[in-house]
């Protein structure tokens, strides 16, 4: 299993604002993917963070408003760009090692833009 | 591209009733499948998972879910629930082929009444 911190928890942010939110991860991981969860919705991929290189999004979400940096096996940001009330959410990371394992998932950032 | 349906948007029950919560997911390919529960206030977390073999699979808290492959469905069952099992419920796939990355239903919101 592996144990995954993400920071903040949660936050207050006004709009036209940035949110970096960052996962640590207690070991090295091959994968590790974004998530969004909207009031009352279900979670959607946002992309893939790919170490090394530019993350891999789905379709509807783009590099410019949800920058994704992975230096290392164990660390990833998300950061949410020139945010909008419509960016509050609860935003996951989530790991796995390879295929046919299961993923696991951080406590989640509940972001509020006001 | 996979889609996952969860039948039950919200589910009513008392306790000791048995509890059966509907997911069918298009895809072609062979996939893995997952139940992700997710209590108040808490993180999401790994109720069970189906990679091959036995179709009928077992997870903690007394759960259990059974694969038809001929059906698409992966439907999860209680046979007593709990006032503590109230919580929601996420379906989630992930073909074989694409590593970790899952694609979740809409989600089942369980209400134990005692």
């Known amino acids: 299993s592996a144990v995954i911190s993400q920071k903040p928890s949660r936050d207050i942010c006004q709009r036209g604002t940035s949110l970096t939110i960052q996962c640590q991860v207690d070991s090295q991981v091959t994968m590790m993917f974004w998530y969004r969860q909207q009031p009352g919705q279900s979670l959607t991929l946002i992309a893939t963070?790919?170490?090394?290189?530019?993350?891999?999004?789905e379709s509807g979400f783009v590099i410019d408003k949800f920058p994704i940096s992975r230096p290392n096996l164990t660390f990833s940001t998300l950061t949410v760009s020139n945010m909008s009330p419509e960016d509050s959410s609860i935003y996951l990371c989530?790991?796995?090692?390879?295929?046919?394992?299961?993923?696991?998932f951080g406590q989640g950032t509940r972001l509020t833009v006001v | 591209a996979q889609s996952v349906s969860q039948h039950n948007h919200h589910v009513i029950l008392s306790e000791a009733a048995s509890l059966e919560l509907g997911c069918n997911y298009s895809?072609?390919?062979?996939?893995?499948l997952f139940w992700y529960v997710q209590y108040p206030g808490q993180h999401l977390q790994l109720l069970l998972k189906y990679f091959s073999g036995d179709p009928l699979v077992k997870g903690i808290k007394g759960f259990e879910a059974e694969f038809i492959k001929s059906k698409f469905s992966f439907n999860l069952r209680k046979p007593s629930v709990q006032w503590s099992d109230t919580a929601e419920y996420f379906c989630a796939v992930n073909p074989q082929t694409a590593g970790n990355k899952l694609t979740f239903g809409g989600g089942t919101r369980v209400l134990v009444k005692p």
């Open positions: 989530s790991v796995g090692q390879n295929r046919n394992t299961e993923a696991f």
């Open positions: 963070a790919n170490q090394g290189s530019e993350a891999t999004y």
């Open positions: 895809y072609g390919g062979t996939v893995n």
